[in-house]
RNA sequence: GGCCCCAUCGUCUAGCGGUUAGGAUACAUGGUUUUCAUCCAUGCGACCGGAGUUCGAUUCUCCGUGGGGCUACCA
């Protein structure tokens, strides 16, 4: 059993991408089969090396391992079609079909065929290849060729045939071979056009299980009049929902859809990816949502996929971010969160020790969202005396507020030891002094401490902040008075 | 235009002839060491329409409507 991941090159690894190569390897592990990563660069006008990387990188990053691909390879390379190529690879396949008589040359320029395309718009009739090519006798055809002709290869389709597509998530699906129209497989540059390469591939890479996008679908017909053409056996496949943007049309940078790289930038971790595109089209049978990859394997069912379109739900999506922030060990989460930190706010934070700043990360956690949320958090702990001040200055705090704040200054003064349990219990001895409610104990402590009206627990950020750092504030809030 | 696919809360989905149509997210409200957040509880919120099959349709069939995809010398 074996299944294949086939992007092409023109661009970074999209979201879409990374959900059918999700699925491939789930399947693939599911099944105990192999994953094959083949990079499809038959256009080499739009494939570019910088995105293979980029394919590459963002696989690797996702943990997405293939089993054989450019970087591993097994014995069904090469792995880019381009090399493929070099070796006249598709060419013997072109030939077969031509002395079968399953394809011909074909003459007709760019520009001509697109004149007949529009004539047929224009008509409103379906277009249809003239045909023109197939009236040649072999003795033009021979001279064309003689003279150096440019030339185009055309599959013949068959006529007055019902393709079926075997479908593990849709059933079968049935087209009319009528309504194809002969195609061609090897473009005037030499190079193979996109419906024959992957056949082509697939056979001799014996893929017995393609998993792709539901965009597919309509091509499927032409692939396996090629396979038929071809005497090989005819994979099974399996078309997924496409992803959809919010106006639920197809997924593209137009919804501001990103690449990879550009989630990863953004503070999100390869798990919320994962466990996110996972649930777009699929759902295990208890509903769970948080699933570690293991589960996913366990869990899955390409039965289950489901039929339909999904929109990306950044929402949710920022969601599961938090959930897997929140579960990372400490260790992990200092890791993950500490190249967000910007270089100023490092430059800042130098004063603190190490430990004291790993506590800082770890009191803010529960505010993340995405990791790069850090830098907004951590001011509480970078904001200098003179900045608390201008933050400060349009304040104006009540009797109240001002009592409370005295009552805390006195009692982190005459404090030998500032911790998160003393905090605690000073608050506590405020709320029973004053006879306050919570709200009016905590805000005015909060905004007098820190500078802000949210952020981590008074408990948490108070004895990292320091005895000398918040008396000094204390006492400069004091000094405002009350009005 | 032709062909193909699809249709349950705003969104992701469960359901596979009889359910108070379930969960998640989002939103609202309340609670927890206050505010933002976490966490917990509660609430709001859906079967596209019409026929047919059936004792009974969200579920099966057909038609309509709507959405999407494909229809390249792109992949």
Not at 160 to 175: A, E, H, L, S, W
């Amino acid at each position: 059993m074996r299944v294949r991941f086939a992007p092409s090159p023109t661009g970074n690894l999209h979201i879409g991408s990374v959900r059918t190569a999700l699925f491939n390897w789930v399947y693939a592990h599911k099944i105990k089969g192999k994953v094959v990563l083949r990079i499809e660069d038959t256009d080499l006008k739009r494939s570019e090396p910088q995105f293979e990387t980029n394919i590459l990188e963002g696989l690797k990053w996702l943990g997405l391992d293939m089993d054989e691909g450019p970087e591993s390879p097994g014995d069904t390379g090469p792995y880019r079609q381009s090399e493929r190529m070099e070796t006249s690879f598709y060419k013997s396949y072109v030939d077969q079909l031509l002395t079968d008589g399953k394809a011909y040359y074909c003459f007709e320029t760019a520009e001509e065929l697109e004149a007949e395309k529009e004539a047929a718009e224009l008509s409103g009739v379906a277009y249809q290849y003239s045909g023109k090519a197939l009236s040649l006798s072999p003795e033009e055809i021979k001279s064309k060729l003689d003279l150096g002709t440019s030339y185009t290869v055309r599959f013949h389709i068959p006529e007055n045939q019902k393709v079926t597509v075997p479908d593990m998530i849709r059933g079968d699906v049935v087209f009319d071979s009528d309504l194809l129209s002969d195609f061609i497989i090897q473009k005037s540059d030499g190079s193979p056009t996109y419906n024959f390469a992957v056949v082509v591939d697939d056979i001799t890479m014996a893929i017995s299980h393609v998993i792709r996008g539901e965009d597919h679908l309509s091509n499927t017909p032409r692939q396996i009049l090629l396979y038929e053409a071809l005497n090989a056996k005819v994979p099974q496949f399996a078309h997924l929902p496409i992803i959809l943007g919010p106006d639920r049309s197809k997924l593209s940078k137009r919804h501001g859809a990103k690449s990879v790289t550009e989630y990863r930038e953004e503070g999100y971790l390869a798990d919320t990816l994962i466990n996110y595109l996972s649930l777009l089209g699929w759902a295990p049978p208890e509903g769970r949502e948080i699933l570690t990859r293991t589960e996913l394997v366990d869990l899955f069912d390409i039965g289950r996929v489901s039929k339909s379109g999904a929109v990306f739900d950044v929402t949710k999506l920022k969601w599961m971010n938090g959930m897997y922030i929140r579960r990372l060990s400490e260790e992990a989460l200092l890791e993950a969160v500490t190249p967000f930190i910007s270089e100023d706010l490092q430059s800042k934070l130098v004063k603190y020790s190490d430990s004291q700043r790993q506590a800082m990360v770890v009191a803010v956690r529960d505010n993340l969202e995405l990791l790069s949320d850090v830098n907004a958090y951590l001011e509480v702990f970078s904001l200098s005396f003179e900045a608390y001040c201008t933050k400060i200055a349009a304040l104006s705090f009540s009797e109240s507020d001002i009592k409370v704040q005295q009552l805390a200054y006195d009692a982190i003064d005459s404090s030998s030891d500032l911790d998160s349990q003393f905090v605690g219990t000073l608050l506590d001895d405020i709320i029973e002094q004053t006879g306050l409610g919570k709200g009016k104990v905590f805000k005015p402590l909060r905004l007098a401490t820190s500078g802000f009206g949210s952020g981590p627990a008074l408990g948490d950020y108070i004895p990292i902040l320091g005895k000398d750092v918040v008396l000094e504030r204390l006492r400069h809030g004091l000094s405002k008075g009350a009005n």
